[in-house]
């Protein structure tokens, strides 16, 4: 099987994670984007590892996750945090840091 | 015993006595800011008796390893010239404190915060003085910025914050142009031996005239600033004016003569032959400052502003003493520093309980205050003397052998120069006149004179004023030698008679 | 030798100066009569120190006497040094003698003014601020004098400083004096790079060594100080309205002593000017033009102070005329300077006298027959008068025409024009002090009826009587077998006297008395045989509007100095706001302005920063490819 292919997925599913982030307001949305994007490249490194026969790629793919977990305790936190105190989980709600 | 260290450090003791004492005893802060103070420059006058005053070197001389691998080290010492200004700044000290009692009062912060930061830049003044290694002098000049920032900023008057900001700024500004320039010295001696920050040795380093001027209009730059210079010194009004008497007393009298000292201590030893290249250009901007400062303070209507121009026409003279390399002229200008000190700090302290007093700043909104304040009208009158040069007091002194250094030098300049002594007797004169003498005016009737505390806090500063007029030798004796050291080294020395010189031909 | 008291000369009145000004109120009881104490007693020393050179020969009644070193840095070496000799010792007697009376007399004048003590503590300070001036021993030491009496003069000017006027007079007083110290600090940087030394004896032992060039120059330098210090030409504005003072300051400070200064310090510096012909002729000329201008003014106040102001300027333009005419010159400036310290003085208490009769009314066409009620007063003042205009054998007429006689003796056209000048003067000088005593003491009286002349306290009229006598016999004394002349002579090296005269005294002196009796004459047609209006006439001469407006003089600082002055400061200050400042703050408009357009681009939405930040990374990978294509 061509290795390319799961590139091709990789590069789809990081597209469809960016445009998400971009186009939806829900932040629990945005953040699950987020987390398609980061395993989007989750999936090319590991390809890459696969393609150049050595151990680098995969090496990464487990730093990424250890920053996807980090990302995903302090980001929900703050995530309900907002939805707490206004009672909406809408990005474009939170533009306090304008001023 | 390590003697500056121990000065350095006695100030930071008593920062942190204050910053410990609970709430319960927080009337014990000021007195324990003055016994620091007290200390200190009973400290300083005990080392000052050690000094010999022959000896051209740098003495009390401490160095230890700092940061080795860059070669910094913090290394202190003092020649004559850094000693008179270390004693000018802990003498002031105590004055300052005494004299603004009530200065922290209405301030953003507390009252302890004002006399740590007071302590704080203490320390600061006298490390800038005695630093011998660049870079550690480097390191207090721009901390030093920092005390003074939250003193303006925190406890002026007016638009305080702008003027903080403007005043950290600018200073800052040059104070990065020196930077560079330090850098670049560095880099230097790295190629010419061995990488260090000594001052001693970075004064033999060798370089291109084209480097050597750049270098030095960095450091110029900065200090030149810092003094101020016409046309560096739109800050100084602005910061004066917002800054509380006291914090004015040590920006004038002690923080603007780090740019002086940086001339001498910096300028000359390190770049000779640039300064030689740059001499008309500097003594040019000296006497624009002079006569343009003074012209500037006759046109004030807020006293405060008023002794800020003064002081930028008194650091033309100084100027002017230092860039005519002579020998009177050198010796008049370090003489002039301290004078300067003592004379502004007059000044702005009267001037300070003036203000408090009538709640304005405005020399119009004064009027007849010999009636009512009698003691107040005559220290302000002394001191507007010894501002205005009046032979007898010791500002006389120092500014008579500037101009006279400088003549024998570079006439034209000190004869322009001169014409300051008759702008200085205006721009004294009319204040006085308008503040002092005339009807009392509506407002002024019931202003109350000087009480004990401000009294005795005046007094040392007229004492010092009057004796050093009288009897300036004790100073002179001590920075004499270092003075002819100086001109020495930079290569020059005083022009002949003519008619010695004819006789010689 | 005993040199050592010299210092007490000038330590004794600075210390009753500061015991009184220090010790405020309590010392206002006795205040005054200590301070007039300390003035005796500096008489008192003084008179002891010339008992002693009179028993020394000639060239032994120098002293000097070094306190310590003042100033010393490289070559520049100056220290507190006195000296005293016989042109000094002249000075010394004038001041603490003068001075003194003129304390007892303040002691009367001022009994009724809140702050007597400060008067008095004032006066201690001139005292002790004109002799250091005259027993400095170096042009830097005389230079503190300088700068002492000019104080002095300042706040004795201001005493009643509460009257704006009043205080505005002593900062022109001041001002006008600091732009002649100018002048002096210039002639001692001169002498100093050019001499090597600032000390009298230095400088007159190298004078000899140095170019013509900088011996004017200090000349030059040393005549703009005079001209300030003495109210002479082009500096002279300053005297008249310093009379806001109370009469005896005026008596001893701007017509016997300080004004004088001038005069001593050209004299002194004889040593410069004898090698500087230019810068000497100039002193001549300056003198000559001070003192016609002077008498000029004289002739159209009204104001008694002012109108004897005007005649002290005109005194002492003789005597820079004196001394602008060399070795012959010198001795009889002297003379002049002390007959007239004696008459001028004289003449000033004898004004205070009046208007301490006439409610300090000083306007003389208010005033008018008062002879009959200040008798003492008249007679001291007549006599004041006989000598001021020369007439025979009172003081003025020995010093005032041997003036004259040197100055046509000067030889060509310069001889002439100086001598016709000076003669000129004396005529005009009749012509005034006749008006001004006609017009006080004589005719009608046009006084108020509120106003109660009467004759001053025993105080004040004994100090008057003393000067009296001194007009009537000073000059007597002082020729007798040329006694100054011969006095000075070690000082100033007088030359030998000319063979060939153009006048002789004998000459001089007729056609001076001739001119005199013609200014009188004049002065009692105008002003005695017809009737004086009370309210000055308007319908005058432009000669006279301009004279009574003191020729101009102000007018002419005030356009030609104040104005440009202050316009100078006004537009300076708004280039410091406008461009200097400016452009501080054009850069720190600058950054914030950057600043305001880039932070449009941070709109707080989360999303909007997610798709700058993809755009960015497509954006570089798309270089990059770009790049490496």
């Given at each position: 099987m061509n290795a390319a292919n799961y590139l091709y997925v990789s590069a789809l599913l990081f597209t469809i994670g960016a445009i998400g982030v971009v186009v939806r307001r829900n932040a629990i949305v945005v953040f699950m984007c987020v987390e398609l994007m980061l395993n989007a490249s989750n999936l090319a490194f590991v390809t890459f590892a696969r393609i150049n026969g050595n151990l680098d790629g995969q090496v990464v793919a487990f730093f990424t996750m250890v920053v996807a977990a980090c990302e995903v305790v302090v980001g929900l936190a703050i995530i309900v945090t907002i939805y707490r105190s206004r009672r909406s989980a809408s990005v474009d709600d939170a533009s306090l840091l304008k001023r | 015993m390590n003697w500056l260290t121990t000065l350095m450090a006695l100030p930071l003791l008593g920062a942190l006595v204050i910053a410990a004492l609970p709430k319960s005893m927080s009337n014990k802060v000021k007195p324990v800011a003055l016994a620091t103070t007290l200390v200190v420059a009973g400290a300083t006058i005990a080392m000052a008796v050690g000094f010999q005053r022959d000896n051209v070197d740098m003495q009390f001389v401490e160095v230890h390893s700092w940061i080795p691998s860059f070669g910094i080290s913090y290394a202190l010492g003092v020649d004559a010239i850094a000693l008179v200004l270390i004693l000018l700044s802990v003498l002031l000290a105590p004055i300052v404190v005494l004299a603004g009692w009530n200065e922290p009062n209405g301030g953003r912060w507390g009252v302890k915060t004002f006399y740590v930061l007071m302590l704080v830049l203490e320390t600061m003044m006298i490390g800038v003085f005695a630093a011998t290694d660049v870079f550690l002098f480097y390191v207090f000049f721009e901390a030093m910025l920092i005390p003074v920032y939250f003193l303006i900023g925190g406890y002026g008057t007016g638009e305080r914050a702008a003027a903080a900001v403007k005043f950290l700024l600018y200073s800052l500004f040059g104070g990065l142009l020196m930077l560079v320039s330090i850098i670049a010295l560095y880099v230097l001696s790295g190629e010419q031996g061995g990488h260090t920050f000594d001052t001693f040795a970075l004064s033999h380093l060798k370089m291109s005239s084209m480097t050597e001027n750049l270098l030095f209009l960095g450091f110029f730059i900065a200090f030149a600033i810092k003094a101020p210079v016409w046309p560096f010194h739109t800050w100084l009004p602005d910061a004066a004016a917002a800054a509380t008497p006291g914090t004015s007393v040590l920006l004038l009298g002690v923080l603007d003569k780090v740019g002086t000292f940086g001339m001498i201590r910096y300028c000359l030893t390190l770049f000779p032959n640039a300064t030689k290249t740059f001499t008309p250009v500097i003594l040019t901007l000296a006497v624009i400052s002079i006569i343009y400062g003074a012209f500037l303070a006759i046109g004030q209507k807020d006293i405060k502003r008023l002794i800020a121009f003064t002081s930028i026409s008194h650091f033309g003279f100084i100027t002017m003493g230092i860039f005519a390399m002579t020998s009177q002229g050198h010796s008049g200008a370090t003489l002039y520093m301290f004078n300067h000190g003592f004379s502004t700090a007059a000044l702005f302290l009267v001037a300070g309980w003036m203000i408090s007093r009538r709640g304005s700043s405005k020399i119009a909104d004064f009027g007849g205050l010999q009636r009512v304040t009698p003691v107040m009208a005559w220290t302000f009158f002394i001191a507007g003397m010894s501002s205005l040069a009046l032979p007898g007091l010791s500002s006389f002194v120092s500014e008579f052998l500037v101009l006279v250094g400088t003549y024998t030098r570079y006439p034209v300049a000190a004869v322009i120069g001169t014409f300051g002594i008759v702008l200085a007797a205006l721009y004294i004169l009319i204040p006085v006149q308008k503040a002092l003498h005339g009807p009392v005016t509506a407002g002024n009737e019931a202003l109350t004179d000087l009480n004990l505390r401000e009294k005795i806090a005046i007094a040392p500063v007229l004492a010092v004023i009057v004796a050093l007029g009288f009897y300036p030798s004790p100073l002179l004796n001590v920075i004499n030698p270092g003075a002819a050291h100086t001109i020495a080294n930079a290569g020059f020395t005083d022009p002949l008679p003519q008619i010695n010189g004819e006789v010689g031909k | 030798m005993t040199s050592q008291s010299l210092v007490y000369l000038v330590a004794l009145p600075l210390f009753g100066s500061a015991l009184l000004l220090l010790g405020g109120k309590r010392t206002n009881r006795w205040g005054h009569l200590f301070a007039t104490a300390i003035s005796a007693s500096a008489f008192g020393v003084g008179l002891y120190q010339f008992s002693v050179m009179l028993g020394q020969p000639d060239s032994q009644r120098a002293l000097t006497q070094k306190l310590f070193s003042w100033i010393s840095v490289g070559t520049f070496q100056v220290d507190a040094g006195l000296m005293v000799d016989q042109l000094s010792i002249c000075f010394v007697l004038l001041i603490t003698g003068v001075g003194t009376l003129i304390h007892i007399y303040s002691i009367a004048y001022m009994s009724h003014d809140l702050d007597r003590r400060r008067f008095f503590a004032y006066l201690n300070f001139f005292i002790a601020a004109m002799l250091l001036l005259v027993l400095g021993d170096s042009y830097l030491n005389l230079y503190v004098g300088w700068e002492g009496v000019g104080l002095a003069s300042y706040l004795l000017i201001g005493f009643w400083n509460q009257k704006p006027t009043y205080a505005t007079a002593a900062k022109k007083a001041f001002v006008a004096n600091r732009v002649g110290d100018m002048g002096l600090s210039l002639a001692i940087m001169i002498a100093f790079a050019t001499l090597g030394t600032v000390s009298f004896a230095g400088v007159k032992e190298h004078a000899g060594q140095a170019s013509t060039g900088a011996l004017t120059a200090i000349g030059i330098m040393l005549l703009v100080a005079a001209t300030g210090k003495s109210a002479q030409f082009p500096l002279q504005a300053w005297l008249g309205d310093a009379m806001a003072g109370p009469t005896p300051v005026s008596a001893l400070i701007h017509a016997a002593t300080m004004v004088t200064a001038g005069v001593y310090l050209i004299t002194r510096s004889n040593f410069i000017f004898d090698a500087a012909p230019t810068a000497q002729l100039a002193v001549a000329i300056i003198g000559a033009i001070t003192l016609l201008f002077g008498a000029v003014i004289g002739m159209a106040k009204d104001d008694i102070k002012k109108a004897l102001a005007a005649s002290t300027m005109s005194q002492i333009g003789y005597m820079v005329l004196g001394a602008g005419l060399g070795p012959a010159g010198y001795a009889f400036a002297i003379m002049h300077l002390l007959t007239h310290g004696f008459f001028k003085a004289g003449m000033f208490l004898g004004a205070g006298s009046v208007m301490h009769g006439m409610n300090d009314e000083v306007n003389m066409r208010r005033f008018g027959g008062l002879r009959k009620f200040m008798p003492i007063t008249f007679a001291t003042f007549g006599l004041g008068y006989l000598a001021i205009i020369g007439v025979?054998?009172?003081?003025g007429f020995y010093s005032k025409d041997k003036i004259i006689e040197v100055a046509f003796n000067a030889g060509g056209i310069k001889g002439i024009t100086l001598g016709a000048a000076a003669l000129l003067g004396a005529a005009i000088t009749a012509f005034y002090m006749t008006r001004v005593v006609i017009l006080t003491f004589a005719g009608n009286k046009r006084w108020d009826e509120k106003a109660h002349p009467h004759e001053s306290p025993i105080l004040m009229w004994a100090p008057m009587v003393l000067l009296a006598v001194g007009s009537v016999a000073s000059g007597f004394l002082f020729t007798r077998g040329d006694a100054l002349r011969n006095w000075l002579a070690p000082v100033v090296e007088p030359m030998p006297v000319h063979e060939a005269e153009l006048m002789s005294p004998a000459v001089v002196s007729i056609l001076a008395l001739a001119l005199v009796v013609v200014g009188v004459g004049l002065a009692i047609i105008k002003y005695f045989l017809s009737e004086v209006p009370v309210v000055a006439p308007t319908d005058v001469t432009v000669f006279t509007r301009a004279a009574r407006r003191d020729l101009m003089q102000d007018d002419f600082n005030e356009a030609v100095f104040m104005r440009p002055g202050q316009a100078i400061t006004r537009g300076l200050v708004k280039t410091d706001v406008a461009v200097i400042d400016g452009a501080v703050r054009a850069v720190a408009r600058l950054a914030r302005g950057s600043g305001n357009v880039l932070r449009t681009t941070q709109t707080g939405f989360v999303r909007s920063y997610a798709m700058w930040i993809f755009l960015g990374a497509v954006g570089l990978v798309a270089a990059i490819w770009m790049v490496t294509l």
């Amino acid at each position: 099987m061509n290795a390319a292919n799961y590139l091709y997925v990789s590069a789809l599913l990081f597209t469809i994670g960016a445009i998400g982030v971009v186009v939806r307001r829900n932040a629990i949305v945005v953040f699950m984007c987020v987390e398609l994007m980061l395993n989007a490249s989750n999936l090319a490194f590991v390809t890459f590892a696969r393609i150049n026969g050595n151990l680098d790629g995969q090496v990464v793919a487990f730093f990424t996750m250890v920053v996807a977990a980090c990302e995903v305790v302090v980001g929900l936190a703050i995530i309900v945090t907002i939805y707490r105190s206004r009672r909406s989980a809408s990005v474009d709600d939170a533009s306090l840091l304008k001023r | 015993m390590n003697w500056l260290t121990t000065l350095m450090a006695l100030p930071l003791l008593g920062a942190l006595v204050i910053a410990a004492l609970p709430k319960s005893m927080s009337n014990k802060v000021k007195p324990v800011a003055l016994a620091t103070t007290l200390v200190v420059a009973g400290a300083t006058i005990a080392m000052a008796v050690g000094f010999q005053r022959d000896n051209v070197d740098m003495q009390f001389v401490e160095v230890h390893s700092w940061i080795p691998s860059f070669g910094i080290s913090y290394a202190l010492g003092v020649d004559a010239i850094a000693l008179v200004l270390i004693l000018l700044s802990v003498l002031l000290a105590p004055i300052v404190v005494l004299a603004g009692w009530n200065e922290p009062n209405g301030g953003r912060w507390g009252v302890k915060t004002f006399y740590v930061l007071m302590l704080v830049l203490e320390t600061m003044m006298i490390g800038v003085f005695a630093a011998t290694d660049v870079f550690l002098f480097y390191v207090f000049f721009e901390a030093m910025l920092i005390p003074v920032y939250f003193l303006i900023g925190g406890y002026g008057t007016g638009e305080r914050a702008a003027a903080a900001v403007k005043f950290l700024l600018y200073s800052l500004f040059g104070g990065l142009l020196m930077l560079v320039s330090i850098i670049a010295l560095y880099v230097l001696s790295g190629e010419q031996g061995g990488h260090t920050f000594d001052t001693f040795a970075l004064s033999h380093l060798k370089m291109s005239s084209m480097t050597e001027n750049l270098l030095f209009l960095g450091f110029f730059i900065a200090f030149a600033i810092k003094a101020p210079v016409w046309p560096f010194h739109t800050w100084l009004p602005d910061a004066a004016a917002a800054a509380t008497p006291g914090t004015s007393v040590l920006l004038l009298g002690v923080l603007d003569k780090v740019g002086t000292f940086g001339m001498i201590r910096y300028c000359l030893t390190l770049f000779p032959n640039a300064t030689k290249t740059f001499t008309p250009v500097i003594l040019t901007l000296a006497v624009i400052s002079i006569i343009y400062g003074a012209f500037l303070a006759i046109g004030q209507k807020d006293i405060k502003r008023l002794i800020a121009f003064t002081s930028i026409s008194h650091f033309g003279f100084i100027t002017m003493g230092i860039f005519a390399m002579t020998s009177q002229g050198h010796s008049g200008a370090t003489l002039y520093m301290f004078n300067h000190g003592f004379s502004t700090a007059a000044l702005f302290l009267v001037a300070g309980w003036m203000i408090s007093r009538r709640g304005s700043s405005k020399i119009a909104d004064f009027g007849g205050l010999q009636r009512v304040t009698p003691v107040m009208a005559w220290t302000f009158f002394i001191a507007g003397m010894s501002s205005l040069a009046l032979p007898g007091l010791s500002s006389f002194v120092s500014e008579f052998l500037v101009l006279v250094g400088t003549y024998t030098r570079y006439p034209v300049a000190a004869v322009i120069g001169t014409f300051g002594i008759v702008l200085a007797a205006l721009y004294i004169l009319i204040p006085v006149q308008k503040a002092l003498h005339g009807p009392v005016t509506a407002g002024n009737e019931a202003l109350t004179d000087l009480n004990l505390r401000e009294k005795i806090a005046i007094a040392p500063v007229l004492a010092v004023i009057v004796a050093l007029g009288f009897y300036p030798s004790p100073l002179l004796n001590v920075i004499n030698p270092g003075a002819a050291h100086t001109i020495a080294n930079a290569g020059f020395t005083d022009p002949l008679p003519q008619i010695n010189g004819e006789v010689g031909k | 030798m005993t040199s050592q008291s010299l210092v007490y000369l000038v330590a004794l009145p600075l210390f009753g100066s500061a015991l009184l000004l220090l010790g405020g109120k309590r010392t206002n009881r006795w205040g005054h009569l200590f301070a007039t104490a300390i003035s005796a007693s500096a008489f008192g020393v003084g008179l002891y120190q010339f008992s002693v050179m009179l028993g020394q020969p000639d060239s032994q009644r120098a002293l000097t006497q070094k306190l310590f070193s003042w100033i010393s840095v490289g070559t520049f070496q100056v220290d507190a040094g006195l000296m005293v000799d016989q042109l000094s010792i002249c000075f010394v007697l004038l001041i603490t003698g003068v001075g003194t009376l003129i304390h007892i007399y303040s002691i009367a004048y001022m009994s009724h003014d809140l702050d007597r003590r400060r008067f008095f503590a004032y006066l201690n300070f001139f005292i002790a601020a004109m002799l250091l001036l005259v027993l400095g021993d170096s042009y830097l030491n005389l230079y503190v004098g300088w700068e002492g009496v000019g104080l002095a003069s300042y706040l004795l000017i201001g005493f009643w400083n509460q009257k704006p006027t009043y205080a505005t007079a002593a900062k022109k007083a001041f001002v006008a004096n600091r732009v002649g110290d100018m002048g002096l600090s210039l002639a001692i940087m001169i002498a100093f790079a050019t001499l090597g030394t600032v000390s009298f004896a230095g400088v007159k032992e190298h004078a000899g060594q140095a170019s013509t060039g900088a011996l004017t120059a200090i000349g030059i330098m040393l005549l703009v100080a005079a001209t300030g210090k003495s109210a002479q030409f082009p500096l002279q504005a300053w005297l008249g309205d310093a009379m806001a003072g109370p009469t005896p300051v005026s008596a001893l400070i701007h017509a016997a002593t300080m004004v004088t200064a001038g005069v001593y310090l050209i004299t002194r510096s004889n040593f410069i000017f004898d090698a500087a012909p230019t810068a000497q002729l100039a002193v001549a000329i300056i003198g000559a033009i001070t003192l016609l201008f002077g008498a000029v003014i004289g002739m159209a106040k009204d104001d008694i102070k002012k109108a004897l102001a005007a005649s002290t300027m005109s005194q002492i333009g003789y005597m820079v005329l004196g001394a602008g005419l060399g070795p012959a010159g010198y001795a009889f400036a002297i003379m002049h300077l002390l007959t007239h310290g004696f008459f001028k003085a004289g003449m000033f208490l004898g004004a205070g006298s009046v208007m301490h009769g006439m409610n300090d009314e000083v306007n003389m066409r208010r005033f008018g027959g008062l002879r009959k009620f200040m008798p003492i007063t008249f007679a001291t003042f007549g006599l004041g008068y006989l000598a001021i205009i020369g007439v025979p054998p009172f003081a003025g007429f020995y010093s005032k025409d041997k003036i004259i006689e040197v100055a046509f003796n000067a030889g060509g056209i310069k001889g002439i024009t100086l001598g016709a000048a000076a003669l000129l003067g004396a005529a005009i000088t009749a012509f005034y002090m006749t008006r001004v005593v006609i017009l006080t003491f004589a005719g009608n009286k046009r006084w108020d009826e509120k106003a109660h002349p009467h004759e001053s306290p025993i105080l004040m009229w004994a100090p008057m009587v003393l000067l009296a006598v001194g007009s009537v016999a000073s000059g007597f004394l002082f020729t007798r077998g040329d006694a100054l002349r011969n006095w000075l002579a070690p000082v100033v090296e007088p030359m030998p006297v000319h063979e060939a005269e153009l006048m002789s005294p004998a000459v001089v002196s007729i056609l001076a008395l001739a001119l005199v009796v013609v200014g009188v004459g004049l002065a009692i047609i105008k002003y005695f045989l017809s009737e004086v209006p009370v309210v000055a006439p308007t319908d005058v001469t432009v000669f006279t509007r301009a004279a009574r407006r003191d020729l101009m003089q102000d007018d002419f600082n005030e356009a030609v100095f104040m104005r440009p002055g202050q316009a100078i400061t006004r537009g300076l200050v708004k280039t410091d706001v406008a461009v200097i400042d400016g452009a501080v703050r054009a850069v720190a408009r600058l950054a914030r302005g950057s600043g305001n357009v880039l932070r449009t681009t941070q709109t707080g939405f989360v999303r909007s920063y997610a798709m700058w930040i993809f755009l960015g990374a497509v954006g570089l990978v798309a270089a990059i490819w770009m790049v490496t294509l």
